[in-house]
C-alpha cells in the first residue's frame, strides 16, 4: 500500500493474503521480550501508545471472485489526507479468455475485504485509525462511481502500472482523490481512470513487457499547468522503452512511448538517478546503465561496455541511449549442465579412490542473452600497472638485502640483452623521464615507480638464463648466470666479486679440466648451490663460498648424460626444523628466508620423456642418479625399453619444459578462508611439478628416505591439462602457504588442501585459474564476453611502495605476455571463476565430447533464426558444436521444423557383435521431439549419431612436428521413434538405453564395410511408466565391457510422476525388467544412480531424495 498500511499477496487462487502494517512502528525502538510484548512487562509511557516493537500484524486471508490474477497493484491516493481504505487493482482474466480490471478495499480492523461496489464504512479501533490535522478520521470506501473497474481490455495485458491522483489548478491534490493505472498489454498501453472518467490508449508493437520503474526525478516541463510522469518498462527481447504520461489542467492529455536501447532482458528495473539505471536480470547478467543525454552509435558502446556485442541488437536498431557500466554475474537460469575434466584420471593409491578435478560447464541465459558459462575455482589479480613491453624470456625478482621484506630490481631477460627495473621513491625519481614506461599518475599514488637502472656487476649484453639472492657466510650475494659465465656480485656495491666459467673454470679448478660449452640452463638456491647444464648434456654443480670475507665459485663435481637437458631445478626441500634457525618469517606473512642446502637436483632432457633424480652430496666424484621418473602413466623408478614404446604409443611423446620441487602447506580452518588463517593446522608434502610443451602439468608426491639403506620414492601421480602452451612453473607465498604458478595460455595456480591433522581425508591438489580480463576492441569471432590471456614468464614481486594494499595475505606478481608486463595483486584463493561465450539464442542442452574436444550444444533459435512470436514457423532450433579450448564453432547442425533438443549424450558405442575393445568408438547421440502445436503429447522424434574427431593427427611425436588434420562433424545415421526420446544413457555392452515417451528400449549400432551405421532397437522394451523423462547407469562410469557389482546390467528410470523405478537388462531373453519401485508420489525433476543400490533423485518441490534398492525384499 503506499500509505504503508498493508501488504497484500496473492499465493492461491481464489484468495489474496494480507498482512497489516502497524501504524507509527518505530524501526529504532529496542525490541522487547516475549512476555513484554503481550503485556506483561512494562506498559508503554503515556502519549505512545500508538507505537509498537512488531512491524506487522497477524496475517490474514480474504476470498475474491476473480480466479486467475495476472498482476495486482494499490491505487495511489493523497499521501496524508486521503480517508480510503487500501483499494487493491486487480488485472484478471475470466473463463473466456477476456481480461479485466478491477479494484476492491481492505478493511484492515475487520479483517475482510470490501468488495467493489460497496459504500460500507470501515469501523476502525483506535490502532487503525489515521489522523488527520492530527484529529481521528474514520476510513471509507471510495463512492462507487470513483471505484475504479474497466472491462474488456486488451487480450495480452500482463501488468498493472499505479498512476498517482491528478493535481488541481491549484497545484495541490484532492484529499479523496484516487489514481488511476496503466495497463500494459503486448500490442497497446492503457490508461484508465474511473475517478477522472478518462482513458487513453496507445498502440505500441509486438512487445511482451516485463518490468515497470518511474522516473523519480522531477524535470522541467513545458508550460506550468502540465505535469509530466516518466516511466521506464523493459520487454522480452531486453529493450528498454520510455514511457511518457502527459497531464494538463489534472487530466492525462497523451501517452508518447519510445525505445532507448537494448541490455538484458530486465526482470526488474530500479530508478537511481542521474539517469543512472539498474537492470536486474533473472535470465542473464544484470547490469548499470547510463541513459545518455543524445543517440550514439551501437557499436560505440558495445566496445566500451565490454561484453556486449552488435549480433544481440535488432539490425534496425543503429544508435542506442544506453551505455552499459558495470555487469553483475547471473548463472541462471541453468538449464543443463555438463563436467568437462581438466586432465586425465589420477588415482589416490593412500585412499583407494579416484580422482579427477573438472570445470563445470552451463547453459545459462535465454535468448539473446544464452550463454554457456565455464565455472571453476579462480583466482583474480588487480592489476597495478601495465606496459607495453615486447620480447621478455625470463624474469626474476631481486633483493637490495638478503633479509629485505621487498624485493628492488625486477631482472628481464630479452634475445641477447639483459634490462634491469628497479622501485625507486617518487620523490627520489630523475625528471630525465625515464620512468615514463609506467603509469605515472598511478604510481605516485602508491609512493613509488619502476625506472630503469643497472647493476655494474650484471653483464647487461646477453640473455639472462637465472638471476637470484644468495647469503654465503654472512655475504649479501646477487647471482646471475648468463650463457658463458656465472656472476656473483656484491649486492651492497653492486659490483661483481667473482665469477666463473665454463670455458677458462674456476680460481680453485685444476689446469687438467678442459674448457665444456654455452650454458644452456641454471638453476640456483639461496644457500649458494649452483648447477648448470651446458651443450652437450654436461652438468656440472658449483657452489659459492665466502673465504676470509672473499665469495669464490668452486667447481664441486659434473656429469655427462645421454641427450641435451631441457629443464633443471635446484630449490630445497622444506625440512621439518625449518621454521628454527636457518629461516625466518618476513611480516607475518610466511615468506621464507631460507638458507637450507639441496640434497638432489631434478633434470629433464630433451625427447626423453622422463625426470631425473641426481645426488649433491660431495662424498662422491660424480652426480650419481638417485631416482628415474617415467612421466607416463607408470611410476616405476627404472623405466624399460617396452615402457618407453607404452608411453610413445599412448601419446606421453612431449617432454619436459620446466621443474619445481617445492614443500607445499595444506591448511584448514574452521573459518571461511582458510587459506588466510595463521592458526590453521597444517600438512606439509614434498611435491615435483612437471610442466610438459603441451600445457600440461604433471605432479608426484615425494618421499625422502629416512635413512641411508632407504630410497627416494615418487607417488600419487597427477596429471592435468592446463591448456595448449608451454608450461612454466613459478613457485610463490600467498599469505602462509606455498602455491605454484603455472604460466600458460591459462595461467594457474596450483595449491594444496585437505588432509589435516584430524582429518580422514589425504591431501589434494587444486588448480585455480588467475582471471586475467582484458577489453577486446577488435571483433569478437569467438562470441566470448570475455577472454583470459596468456602469461609466458612470471615472477613473485613484493613491494610495498608499488602495491597499497596491506593485507599480508595477498601475494603480488610480475606476468608478462609477449607484448604486455604486467604488475598485479593475487587476491584471495578459493573463489569462482567464470567465463561467459555468447551463443545469440537459448541453450538447452550440453554436453561435453572428449574424444573429439568439443562442447555439443543444443540451442532453441531466437526471432533472428526465423522464428515468429505466436506463430508456427520453424523456431530455427540446431545443435553446435564449439571446441572446448578455444570455444571456436566448429560445425552446426539445423533440425527440422517444430523438431525439439531434450537430450544430448557422448558414447561410446560396440559397433561389432563381438563386444571387443578394439571396435567401440565415441559418438555424440541426440535426441530430439517434434512438437506440433496440435498435439499434447510428441507422436515422433528421433535419435541423431554423431562423429566428431578431434582434429590431431595420432602420429604426433614432438611439439616441433605440429601437424592437424581438418576438424570434422560427421552425421553417422539416425533412429525415428515413435514419441520424444527424452533421455539417453551409456549401458553396458557399448549399447546406449533410451527412453521415449512411456517406454524405455535398449538401442545397438552396427557399422557395414562401408561405414554406413544403423542404430536399432534391442529386445522388447519396458512400459509401465506415464513419461519415462530420465534413465541413469552406472555403465558410464565403468569400463564398457563391466557390469555392475552384483553382475546385473541395471539402470533406474525417472517417471514424470511416479517417482524412481529400478530395471534390469536380460541379455539372454533381450528384455527390460522392473526390480524394484518407488511408491511415492514424486514428481521428478532428475535422477542420479550413485550405486547398484543407492539413487539420487530431486522433484518439483525443490527437494532431493535418496532412495535405497532392498535386494533382500521378495
Same mark, same amino acid.
Given at each position: 500500500?503506499?500509505?504503508?498500511?498493508?501488504?497484500?499477496?496473492?499465493? =492461491?487462487?481464489?484468495?489474496?493474503?494480507?498482512?497489516?502494517?502497524?501504524?507509527?512502528?518505530?524501526?529504532?525502538?529496542?525490541?522487547?521480550?516475549?512476555?513484554?510484548?503481550?503485556?506483561?512487562?512494562?506498559?508503554?509511557?503515556?502519549?505512545?501508545?500508538?507505537?509498537?516493537?512488531?512491524?506487522?500484524?497477524?496475517?490474514?486471508?480474504?476470498?475474491?471472485?476473480?480466479?486467475?490474477?495476472?498482476?495486482?497493484?494499490?491505487?495511489?491516493?493523497?499521501?496524508?489526507?486521503?480517508?480510503?481504505?487500501?483499494?487493491?487493482?486487480?488485472?484478471?482474466?475470466?473463463?473466456?479468455?477476456?481480461?479485466?480490471?478491477?479494484?476492491?478495499?481492505?478493511?484492515?480492523?475487520?479483517?475482510?475485504?470490501?468488495?467493489?461496489?460497496?459504500?460500507?464504512?470501515?469501523?476502525?479501533?483506535?490502532?487503525?485509525?489515521?489522523?488527520?490535522?492530527?484529529?481521528?478520521?474514520?476510513?471509507?470506501?471510495?463512492?462507487?462511481?470513483?471505484?475504479?473497474?474497466?472491462?474488456?481490455?486488451?487480450?495480452?495485458?500482463?501488468?498493472?502500472?499505479?498512476?498517482?491522483?491528478?493535481?488541481?489548478?491549484?497545484?495541490?491534490?484532492?484529499?479523496?482523490?484516487?489514481?488511476?493505472?496503466?495497463?500494459?498489454?503486448?500490442?497497446?498501453?492503457?490508461?484508465?481512470?474511473?475517478?477522472?472518467?478518462?482513458?487513453?490508449?496507445?498502440?505500441?508493437?509486438?512487445?511482451?513487457?516485463?518490468?515497470?520503474?518511474?522516473?523519480?526525478?522531477?524535470?522541467?516541463?513545458?508550460?506550468?499547468?502540465?505535469?509530466?510522469?516518466?516511466?521506464?518498462?523493459?520487454?522480452?527481447?531486453?529493450?528498454?522503452?520510455?514511457?511518457?504520461?502527459?497531464?494538463?489542467?489534472?487530466?492525462?492529455?497523451?501517452?508518447?512511448?519510445?525505445?532507448?536501447?537494448?541490455?538484458?532482458?530486465?526482470?526488474?528495473?530500479?530508478?537511481?538517478?542521474?539517469?543512472?539505471?539498474?537492470?536486474?536480470?533473472?535470465?542473464?547478467?544484470?547490469?548499470?546503465?547510463?541513459?545518455?543525454?543524445?543517440?550514439?552509435?551501437?557499436?560505440?558502446?558495445?566496445?566500451?561496455?565490454?561484453?556486449?556485442?552488435?549480433?544481440?541488437?535488432?539490425?534496425?536498431?543503429?544508435?542506442? =541511449?544506453?551505455?552499459?557500466?558495470?555487469?553483475?554475474?547471473?548463472?541462471?537460469?541453468?538449464?543443463?549442465?555438463?563436467?568437462?575434466?581438466?586432465?586425465?584420471?589420477?588415482?589416490?593409491?593412500?585412499?583407494?579412490?579416484? =580422482?579427477?578435478?573438472?570445470?563445470?560447464?552451463?547453459?545459462?541465459?535465454?535468448?539473446?542473452?544464452?550463454?554457456?558459462?565455464?565455472?571453476?575455482?579462480?583466482?583474480?589479480?588487480?592489476?597495478?600497472?601495465?606496459?607495453?613491453?615486447?620480447?621478455?624470456?625470463?624474469?626474476?625478482?631481486?633483493?637490495?638485502?638478503?633479509?629485505?621484506?621487498?624485493?628492488?630490481?625486477?631482472?628481464?631477460?630479452?634475445?641477447?640483452?639483459?634490462?634491469?627495473?628497479?622501485?625507486?621513491?617518487?620523490?627520489?625519481?630523475?625528471?630525465?623521464?625515464?620512468?615514463?614506461?609506467?603509469?605515472?599518475?598511478?604510481?605516485?599514488?602508491?609512493?613509488?615507480?619502476?625506472?630503469?637502472?643497472?647493476?655494474?656487476?650484471?653483464?647487461?649484453?646477453?640473455?639472462?638464463?637465472?638471476?637470484?639472492?644468495?647469503?654465503?657466510?654472512?655475504?649479501?650475494?646477487?647471482?646471475?648466470?648468463?650463457?658463458?659465465?656465472?656472476?656473483?656480485?656484491?649486492?651492497?656495491?653492486?659490483?661483481?666479486?667473482?665469477?666463473?666459467?665454463?670455458?677458462?673454470?674456476?680460481?680453485?679448478?685444476?689446469?687438467?679440466?678442459?674448457?665444456?660449452?654455452?650454458?644452456?640452463?641454471?638453476?640456483?638456491?639461496?644457500?649458494?648451490?649452483?648447477?648448470?647444464?651446458?651443450?652437450?648434456?654436461?652438468?656440472?654443480?658449483?657452489?659459492?663460498?665466502?673465504?676470509?670475507?672473499?665469495?669464490?665459485?668452486?667447481?664441486?663435481?659434473?656429469?655427462?648424460?645421454?641427450?641435451?637437458?631441457?629443464?633443471?631445478?635446484?630449490?630445497?626441500?622444506?625440512?621439518?626444523?625449518?621454521?628454527?634457525?636457518?629461516?625466518?618469517?618476513?611480516?607475518?606473512?610466511?615468506?621464507?628466508?631460507?638458507?637450507?642446502?639441496?640434497?638432489?637436483?631434478?633434470?629433464?632432457?630433451?625427447?626423453?620423456?622422463?625426470?631425473?633424480?641426481?645426488?649433491?652430496?660431495?662424498?662422491?666424484?660424480?652426480?650419481?642418479?638417485?631416482?628415474?621418473?617415467?612421466?607416463?602413466?607408470?611410476?616405476?623408478?627404472?623405466?624399460?625399453?617396452?615402457?618407453?614404446?607404452?608411453?610413445?604409443?599412448?601419446?606421453?611423446?612431449?617432454?619436459?619444459?620446466?621443474?619445481?620441487?617445492?614443500?607445499?602447506?595444506?591448511?584448514?580452518?574452521?573459518?571461511?578462508?582458510?587459506?588466510?588463517?595463521?592458526?590453521?593446522?597444517?600438512?606439509?608434502?614434498?611435491?615435483?611439478?612437471?610442466?610438459?610443451?603441451?600445457?600440461?602439468?604433471?605432479?608426484?608426491?615425494?618421499?625422502?628416505?629416512?635413512?641411508?639403506?632407504?630410497?627416494?620414492?615418487?607417488?600419487?601421480?597427477?596429471?592435468?591439462?592446463?591448456?595448449?602452451?608451454?608450461?612454466?612453473?613459478?613457485?610463490?607465498?600467498?599469505?602462509?602457504?606455498?602455491?605454484?604458478?603455472?604460466?600458460?595460455?591459462?595461467?594457474?595456480?596450483?595449491?594444496?588442501?585437505?588432509?589435516?591433522?584430524?582429518?580422514?581425508?589425504?591431501?589434494?591438489?587444486?588448480?585455480?585459474?588467475?582471471?586475467?580480463?582484458?577489453?577486446?576492441?577488435?571483433?569478437?569471432?569467438?562470441?566470448?564476453?570475455?577472454?583470459?590471456?596468456?602469461?609466458?614468464?612470471?615472477?613473485?614481486?613484493?613491494?610495498?611502495?608499488?602495491?597499497?594494499?596491506?593485507?599480508?595475505?595477498?601475494?603480488?606478481?610480475?606476468?608478462?605476455?609477449?607484448?604486455?608486463?604486467?604488475?598485479?595483486?593475487?587476491?584471495?584463493?578459493?573463489?569462482?571463476?567464470?567465463?561467459?561465450?555468447?551463443?545469440?539464442?537459448?541453450?538447452?542442452?550440453?554436453?561435453?565430447?572428449?574424444?573429439?574436444?568439443?562442447?555439443?550444444?543444443?540451442?532453441?533459435?531466437?526471432?533472428?533464426?526465423?522464428?515468429?512470436?505466436?506463430?508456427?514457423?520453424?523456431?530455427?532450433?540446431?545443435?553446435?558444436?564449439?571446441?572446448?579450448?578455444?570455444?571456436?564453432?566448429?560445425?552446426?547442425?539445423?533440425?527440422?521444423?517444430?523438431?525439439?533438443?531434450?537430450?544430448?549424450?557422448?558414447?561410446?558405442?560396440?559397433?561389432?557383435?563381438?563386444?571387443?575393445?578394439?571396435?567401440?568408438?565415441?559418438?555424440?547421440?541426440?535426441?530430439?521431439?517434434?512438437?506440433?502445436?496440435?498435439?499434447?503429447?510428441?507422436?515422433?522424434?528421433?535419435?541423431?549419431?554423431?562423429?566428431?574427431?578431434?582434429?590431431?593427427?595420432?602420429?604426433?611425436?614432438?611439439?616441433?612436428?605440429?601437424?592437424?588434420?581438418?576438424?570434422?562433424?560427421?552425421?553417422?545415421?539416425?533412429?525415428?521413434?515413435?514419441?520424444?526420446?527424452?533421455?539417453?544413457?551409456?549401458?553396458?555392452?557399448?549399447?546406449?538405453?533410451?527412453?521415449?515417451?512411456?517406454?524405455?528400449?535398449?538401442?545397438?549400432?552396427?557399422?557395414?564395410?562401408?561405414?554406413?551405421?544403423?542404430?536399432?532397437?534391442?529386445?522388447?522394451?519396458?512400459?509401465?511408466?506415464?513419461?519415462?523423462?530420465?534413465?541413469?547407469?552406472?555403465?558410464?562410469?565403468?569400463?564398457?565391457?563391466?557390469?555392475?557389482?552384483?553382475?546385473?546390467?541395471?539402470?533406474?528410470?525417472?517417471?514424470?510422476?511416479?517417482?524412481?523405478?529400478?530395471?534390469?537388462?536380460?541379455?539372454?531373453?533381450?528384455?527390460?525388467?522392473?526390480?524394484?519401485?518407488?511408491?511415492?508420489?514424486?514428481?521428478?525433476?532428475?535422477?542420479?544412480?550413485?550405486?547398484?543400490?543407492? =539413487?539420487?533423485?530431486?522433484?518439483?518441490?525443490?527437494?532431493?531424495?535418496?532412495?535405497?534398492?532392498?535386494?533382500?525384499?521378495?
Amino acid at each position: 500500500d503506499p500509505l504503508h498500511r498493508c501488504i497484500a499477496l496473492h499465493l =492461491y487462487d481464489g484468495f489474496v493474503t494480507v498482512i497489516p502494517i502497524h501504524r507509527g512502528y518505530d524501526i529504532n525502538t529496542p525490541r522487547t521480550s516475549s512476555s513484554s510484548a503481550d503485556g506483561g512487562g512494562k506498559q508503554a509511557p503515556r502519549g505512545m501508545a500508538s507505537l509498537t516493537t512488531k512491524p506487522f500484524g497477524d496475517a490474514f486471508h480474504t476470498r475474491i471472485e476473480q480466479r486467475t490474477v495476472l498482476s495486482m497493484t494499490f491505487l495511489k491516493t493523497h499521501p496524508t489526507r486521503s480517508t480510503y481504505i487500501p483499494q487493491l487493482a486487480l488485472l484478471y482474466q475470466d473463463a473466456r479468455g477476456f481480461q479485466h480490471v478491477i479494484s476492491h478495499g481492505i478493511d484492515l480492523s475487520k479483517k475482510c475485504m470490501v468488495l467493489y461496489g460497496s459504500t460500507a464504512a470501515a469501523n476502525n479501533s483506535a490502532q487503525d485509525a489515521i489522523e488527520i490535522d492530527g484529529k481521528p478520521a474514520a476510513s471509507v470506501m471510495p463512492p462507487p462511481g470513483e471505484q475504479l473497474k474497466k472491462s474488456r481490455i486488451e487480450g495480452g495485458s500482463a501488468m498493472l502500472v499505479s498512476v498517482p491522483p491528478a493535481k488541481t489548478a491549484g497545484g495541490g491534490t484532492k484529499a479523496n482523490a484516487l489514481g488511476g493505472v496503466l495497463i500494459l498489454g503486448q500490442r497497446q498501453i492503457t490508461y484508465h481512470s474511473t475517478a477522472e472518467g478518462a482513458t487513453k490508449v496507445l498502440p505500441i508493437g509486438q512487445s511482451l513487457l516485463l518490468s515497470c520503474c518511474p522516473v523519480v526525478e522531477k524535470e522541467g516541463s513545458a508550460s506550468g499547468d502540465e505535469d509530466m510522469l516518466r516511466y521506464l518498462l523493459g520487454d522480452e527481447t531486453g529493450r528498454i522503452h520510455l514511457l511518457v504520461v502527459g497531464r494538463k489542467g489534472g487530466l492525462v492529455t497523451n501517452l508518447h512511448f519510445e525505445t532507448l536501447g537494448t541490455s538484458s532482458v530486465s526482470s526488474a528495473l530500479v530508478y537511481l538517478g542521474n539517469g543512472m539505471v539498474f537492470v536486474g536480470s533473472q535470465f542473464a547478467n544484470s547490469q548499470l546503465v547510463q541513459i545518455l543525454d543524445n543517440p550514439v552509435p551501437v557499436s560505440t558502446v558495445n566496445s566500451s561496455g565490454g561484453e556486449e556485442s552488435e549480433d544481440g541488437m535488432s539490425p534496425l536498431e543503429e544508435t542506442t =541511449y544506453l551505455q552499459t557500466l558495470e555487469e553483475y554475474t547471473n548463472l541462471g537460469p541453468i538449464v543443463d549442465f555438463d563436467l568437462r575434466p581438466t586432465g586425465d584420471e589420477s588415482k589416490d593409491d593412500s585412499a583407494g579412490t579416484n =580422482y579427477r578435478q573438472s570445470v563445470v560447464v552451463t547453459c545459462s541465459g535465454v535468448a539473446k542473452d544464452g550463454t554457456v558459462r565455464l565455472v571453476r575455482n579462480g583466482v583474480g589479480m588487480r592489476e597495478q600497472a601495465e606496459v607495453e613491453m615486447e620480447g621478455i624470456k625470463g624474469m626474476w625478482s631481486l633483493r637490495r638485502g638478503f633479509d629485505e621484506q621487498d624485493d628492488t630490481f625486477l631482472v628481464q631477460s630479452f634475445v641477447r640483452e639483459t634490462r634491469i627495473l628497479g622501485v625507486q621513491s617518487s620523490k627520489h625519481l630523475e625528471m630525465d623521464g625515464s620512468q615514463d614506461d609506467m603509469d605515472d599518475d598511478d604510481e605516485e599514488e602508491e609512493g613509488g615507480a619502476l625506472a630503469e637502472v643497472t647493476i655494474g656487476g650484471f653483464n647487461s649484453s646477453k640473455s639472462t638464463l637465472f638471476a637470484g639472492n644468495v647469503s654465503v657466510g654472512g655475504a649479501d650475494l646477487l647471482v646471475q648466470v648468463v650463457d658463458d659465465s656465472v656472476r656473483v656480485v656484491d649486492s651492497a656495491t653492486l659490483e661483481m666479486v667473482t665469477d666463473w666459467s665454463p670455458f677458462r673454470g674456476g680460481e680453485d679448478e685444476s689446469d687438467e679440466d678442459e674448457p665444456m660449452g654455452f650454458i644452456t640452463v641454471a638453476s640456483s638456491n639461496q644457500s649458494g648451490q649452483i648447477v648448470v647444464a651446458l651443450r652437450g648434456g654436461t652438468l656440472v654443480y658449483l657452489v659459492v663460498e665466502n673465504k676470509n670475507s672473499k665469495p669464490t665459485i668452486r667447481k664441486v663435481k659434473s656429469v655427462t648424460l645421454e641427450r641435451e637437458i631441457s629443464c633443471i631445478d635446484l630449490r630445497p626441500f622444506e625440512s621439518p626444523s625449518s621454521s628454527g634457525n636457518d629461516s625466518m618469517e618476513v611480516d607475518g606473512g610466511g615468506v621464507s628466508r631460507s638458507t637450507e642446502r639441496s640434497h638432489l637436483v631434478a633434470v629433464g632432457l630433451w625427447d626423453d620423456f622422463s625426470v631425473r633424480f641426481l645426488d649433491l652430496n660431495e662424498s662422491s666424484n660424480t652426480l650419481d642418479q638417485l631416482l628415474h621418473i617415467n612421466l607416463g602413466r607408470s611410476v616405476d623408478a627404472n623405466m624399460g625399453n617396452d615402457a618407453e614404446e607404452q608411453a610413445a604409443d599412448s601419446g606421453q611423446h612431449m617432454m619436459a619444459r620446466s621443474l619445481c620441487l617445492v614443500t607445499m602447506e595444506s591448511q584448514s580452518s574452521n573459518s571461511t578462508s582458510a587459506v588466510n588463517n595463521s592458526t590453521s593446522s597444517s600438512n606439509k608434502v614434498d611435491m615435483l611439478f612437471v610442466g610438459l610443451g603441451d600445457g600440461k602439468c604433471i605432479s608426484f608426491g615425494v618421499t625422502r628416505p629416512e635413512s641411508s639403506s632407504e630410497e627416494w620414492l615418487v607417488h600419487s601421480r597427477k596429471e592435468v591439462s592446463l591448456g595448449t602452451q608451454g608450461i612454466h612453473l613459478v613457485p610463490f607465498h600467498h599469505g602462509a602457504r606455498v602455491c605454484v604458478l603455472a604460466t600458460g595460455d591459462r595461467p594457474t595456480v596450483v595449491y594444496l588442501t585437505g588432509g589435516n591433522s584430524g582429518s580422514n581425508s589425504n591431501p589434494k591438489l587444486c588448480y585455480s585459474t588467475i582471471s586475467l580480463t582484458v577489453e577486446d576492441d577488435d571483433e569478437d569471432e569467438g562470441h566470448a564476453s570475455h577472454r583470459n590471456i596468456s602469461v609466458n614468464v612470471a615472477t613473485p614481486f613484493r613491494s610495498s611502495l608499488l602495491f597499497s594494499s596491506t593485507n599480508k595475505n595477498n601475494s603480488s606478481l610480475c606476468v608478462a605476455d609477449e607484448n604486455t608486463l604486467r604488475l598485479g595483486m593475487i587476491d584471495d584463493i578459493q573463489k569462482l571463476h567464470v567465463t561467459s561465450y555468447k551463443l545469440g539464442m537459448t541453450p538447452r542442452r550440453i554436453a561435453h565430447h572428449e574424444a573429439g574436444r568439443v562442447y555439443c550444444v543444443g540451442c532453441i533459435g531466437g526471432a533472428g533464426e526465423g522464428a515468429q512470436i505466436g506463430g508456427e514457423a520453424n523456431m530455427g532450433n540446431c545443435v553446435r558444436f564449439f571446441d572446448d579450448s578455444t570455444f571456436e564453432e566448429v560445425n552446426r547442425i539445423d533440425l527440422e521444423p517444430f523438431e525439439m533438443i531434450l537430450d544430448v549424450t557422448s558414447v561410446s558405442l560396440c559397433t561389432s557383435s563381438n563386444s571387443s575393445g578394439d571396435n567401440y568408438k565415441p559418438y555424440i547421440l541426440i535426441g530430439t521431439a517434434y512438437s506440433y502445436p496440435d498435439e499434447d503429447e510428441p507422436s515422433q522424434g528421433r535419435v541423431l549419431v554423431v562423429e566428431c574427431n578431434s582434429g590431431e593427427s595420432s602420429n604426433l611425436k614432438s611439439d616441433s612436428e605440429d601437424e592437424m588434420v581438418t576438424r570434422c562433424v560427421r552425421h553417422v545415421t539416425q533412429m525415428p521413434t515413435r514419441g520424444g526420446v527424452y533421455s539417453i544413457t551409456p549401458f553396458y555392452g557399448g549399447t546406449v538405453m533410451i527412453t521415449v515417451n512411456s517406454k524405455t528400449h535398449l538401442c545397438k549400432l552396427s557399422l557395414g564395410d562401408n561405414e554406413i551405421g544403423e542404430l536399432k532397437l534391442v529386445g522388447a522394451g519396458h512400459h509401465g511408466h506415464m513419461i519415462s523423462l530420465y534413465c541413469k547407469s552406472l555403465a558410464g562410469e565403468r569400463s564398457s565391457k563391466e557390469g555392475s557389482s552384483s553382475g546385473k546390467q541395471l539402470a533406474i528410470v525417472g517417471d514424470l510422476m511416479r517417482s524412481i523405478s529400478l530395471v534390469e537388462y536380460l541379455p539372454k531373453h533381450q528384455v527390460i525388467e522392473e526390480l524394484a519401485r518407488d511408491y511415492n508420489a514424486n514428481f521428478c525433476t532428475s535422477i542420479e544412480m550413485l550405486t547398484d543400490n543407492i =539413487y539420487l533423485g530431486s522433484e518439483n518441490f525443490a527437494n532431493l531424495f535418496v532412495l535405497r534398492h532392498n535386494a533382500d525384499a521378495p
